[in-house]
């Protein structure tokens, strides 16, 4: 049964995905009907949200309450400012083209994945940043604006997009089952050379933690609203990985200087960046508060199977 005591019919963009996986099963669970939209043979429409009109066509004669964007183009972690080309163009064109089917096929409430860097990659210090503070500020080099233009372009155009209640989520960076498994081959193998935090720390949040929240927006989110979505427990990239190969009992990832990741040139910005968030909105508005609340707490439970 819905929280809310209302089912709807749901499309989700990106059902085949890490995070769209646990978007459709949590909205199952809670008592909502999910059709998959994607290019996969698992997805109930086929279709690219980069191609208008044969997306249009797709949807033709389909009828949904809400509609609900996941949808990337990464199938790996981006390492290279180009690897995150594609997802870039999907949170601009197909975000504008997705909205399109929406109003088509009458749906009222459209959610977007939103992610914590539209707040700005680099050192934001001590500060614990809120929905209203200077979200998509302009990026310091062509490829950091590349990105977060493409993340304050999605966030626009679901926000505003008129005849539906637009809600985007910001989430931190995800983990857990189905995104952290590609990890343990490298971590395995010593594979995955990382620097040392020195301070710095990144909102997480665990898969599971995060598809609860698209349900909680779904039923409960405000219009034209944005929330953050994290867990309690902000982490360096470097420390969560020791949390990873602790909890799997695998060897510590080898130790680097920051300067030798620069030809990764986005997972340099990304592991050079200090950001907290605060979640206080989606607890009050959306009623949201993590299962886990913190990385060691959701690995323990993935490799226990459990959520």
């Known amino acids: 049964m819905t929280t809310n005591g209302k089912s709807h019919r749901i499309l989700l963009a990106g059902a085949g995905g890490v995070l769209g996986r646990h978007v459709a099963r949590a909205l199952t669970e809670a008592g909502h009907k999910v059709t998959g939209l994607g290019r996969g043979p698992e997805d109930d429409i086929r279709a690219d949200l980069m ?6 066509r797709a949807v033709d004669g389909q009828h949904f309450d ?13 390492m290279r400012h180009r690897d995150m080309d594609a997802t ?3 949170r601009t064109e197909g975000t504008a083209h997705l909205l399109e089917a929406a109003r088509a096929t009458g749906a009222r409430r459209f959610v977007a994945e939103s992610m914590v860097f539209g707040y700005g990659y680099g050192d934001h ?7 209203d503070d200077g979200f998509g500020p302009r990026g310091t080099d062509p490829s950091r604006e590349r990105h977060i233009a493409a993340v304050r372009a999605k966030e626009r155009l679901t926000l505003a997009s008129p005849g539906l209640e ?5 989430f931190g960076l995800l983990y857990g089952p189905g995104g952290t498994d590609g990890l343990l081959p490298l971590l395995r193998k010593r594979q995955l050379p990382v620097p ?16 609860r929240a698209v349900v909680a927006a779904v039923e ?13 427990t902000p982490l360096g990239f470097r420390a969560h990985l020791l949390r990873v190969a602790e909890t799997f009992g695998l060897p510590q990832p080898m130790a680097v200087p920051l300067w030798l990741m620069r030809p990764m040139s986005y997972a340099h910005d990304v592991m050079s960046t200090t950001l907290r968030v605060s979640t206080a909105k989606a607890e009050r508005e959306l009623g949201w508060i993590p299962v886990h609340p913190d ?3 959701g690995l323990a439970a993935m490799r226990a199977g459990t959520r």
């Open 51 to 56: 191609d208008r009109d044969a997306l249009l």
């Open 66 to 78: 809400t509609v609900i964007h996941a949808a990337t183009a990464l199938r790996k972690a981006p």
């Open 88 to 90: 870039d163009a999907l």
């Open 125 to 131: 210090g001590d500060r614990v940043l809120a929905e």
């Open 166 to 170: 637009g809600i985007a989520l910001r």
């Open 196 to 211: 040392h935090d020195r301070g710095r720390v990144l909102p997480w949040v665990e898969l599971g933690d995060a598809a």
């Open 220 to 232: 409960r989110g405000r219009p034209g609203q944005a929330y953050n979505i994290a867990d309690p």
């Open 295 to 297: 990385a060691r707490d």
